[in-house]
């Protein structure tokens, strides 16, 4: 078995990790359940270090449990949503300043590569190596204020804010469009003008969420309910 000479918890740390990402890139859904033996199989342990993770997981807001079900994915509400964004839009224009300042000439090239990355995957229509380049663009801005007080802070939010670029992103025109947005950010950035880049982050932030009430996912996870 997979399983075999592993100890409880490297595999409650499997577990974790698995379910996780499936939970991130909508692998599993929005109030979809979580099969503790499917896990325990995949990972070839027992159920115990499976139901550790799930439990885990569902202290950081990303699973909840039901009496009858057990654990199911997370469905947001729309005021968790709004919320969500609201904190992530005041975060991120507090840390504009913070951007054109301390942003490196590598970080601005690591997010060229970036929007390359994601065109390709829009061509391939890859989902989630989409989900991957939206998340991975706005955590090298984030690393870019070098301020480790901002970093931890929107790190404990990171999570929920991919399940939302997720969400958003499942519409068949919103990654290309995500894309256009990200050149016009890292052209603030270049140009240096935190006007400029502050309007970006509006434009984008605000889009997300009018995306997200428009998304047919939504529609779908509803019926899960």
């Known amino acids: ?3 075999q000479g592993k100890n409880k918890k490297n595999l409650r740390l499997e577990a974790y990790k698995l379910v996780k990402e499936r939970i ?26 499976v139901r550790e993770a799930l439990f885990a997981l569902e202290n950081e807001g990303l699973l909840e449990f039901d009496l009858k079900l ?10 968790d949503v709004e919320q969500y964004i609201g904190i992530r839009k005041a975060l ?5 300043p ?31 190596g989409c989900i991957r380049c939206e998340t991975e663009f706005h955590e090298i801005i984030y690393k870019s204020t070098d301020s480790n007080i901002f970093y931890k802070t929107i790190s404990g939010l990171m999570d929920k804010f991919q399940i939302i670029r997720a969400i958003v992103l499942f519409g068949s025109d919103a990654p290309a469009l995500s894309i256009r947005q990200h050149e016009i950010i890292l052209q ?13 982050i509006l434009l984008h932030i605000d889009s997300a969420l009018e995306r997200y009430r428009r998304s047919p996912a939504v529609a ?5 309910k």
């Open 220 to 224: 779908l996870f509803e019926r899960r």
């Open 92 to 96: 991120e224009l507090y840390a504009a």
């Open 70 to 79: 057990g654990h199911i994915v997370k469905l947001f509400s729309g005021k």
């Open 24 to 49: 991130l890139f909508l692998e599993l859904k929005p109030g979809e359940k979580v099969f503790e033996n499917v896990i325990a199989e995949t990972l070839g342990s027992s159920r115990t270090p």
């Open 188 to 200: 603030a950035i270049i140009e240096k003008d935190i006007g400029k880049l502050e309007q970006a």
């Open 1 to 3: 078995m997979a399983g």
């Open 98 to 128: 913070l951007v054109i300042k301390g942003i490196t000439s590598e970080q601005i090239i690591a997010l060229k590569k970036n929007i390359q990355a994601a065109e390709k995957c829009v061509r391939e229509n890859e989902l989630k």
